[in-house]
């Protein structure tokens, strides 16, 4: 099995859904495009993600929405080193309806009392169900390391929550785990590294904005 040396995972830069998120009412959040400052985030988080990889192959798979296509364009990878791929199991939680600002609102506070991982918002998902797409994803990607000529680079740019279902489903956190964490910032990476005695582990962890509180033995 040829496993990855590292698989990188990297938000979205700045969206506009992120600076004004009256414009869900207007678009969908499929197509929601990068902010100046977005596309700038990056541009400049390009360079040393070009550095890691060097003169190596790149697997890199992109969540099919428009903020993260634009993203991985602005990282100006080399192409030639770069087999690209659209995978819609890495896209973002799905919201539901968004055009009742004051029901969104609502949902929002409930899912805050109830908890990001078990709430699910109306006609859209919990983060249950994102992570049971992402486990799904996962295999896919184990599966494709029986390649013996599989590229020793792994690079998916996705979204803040979809990173941390990822490695809430690849280190075996608990949900205690997963609620206590802070999506990382825009064109923010985390990348998992494979060691010496054949597991991963990643570079840094994310910050925690609470501590986690179990229900068991597994926390």
Sequence with gaps: MARPRRIVLIRHGESVGNVDDTVYEREPDHALSLTETGFRQAEEAGPPLRAIFGDEQVSAYVSPYR?????????????ERVRVREEPRLREQDWGNWQDRDDVRLQKAYRDAYGHFFYRFAQGESGADVYDRVGAFLESLWRSFEDPGHPPNVLIVTHGLTMR????????WTVADFESLSNPGNAERRTLLLGADGRYSLDRPFERWCVPEPYGVTG
């Design 67 to 79: 903020r993260t296509h634009q993203t991985f364009r602005a990282l100006a990878l080399d192409r």
């Design 165 to 172: 279902l990822f490695c809430m489903r690849w280190f075996h």
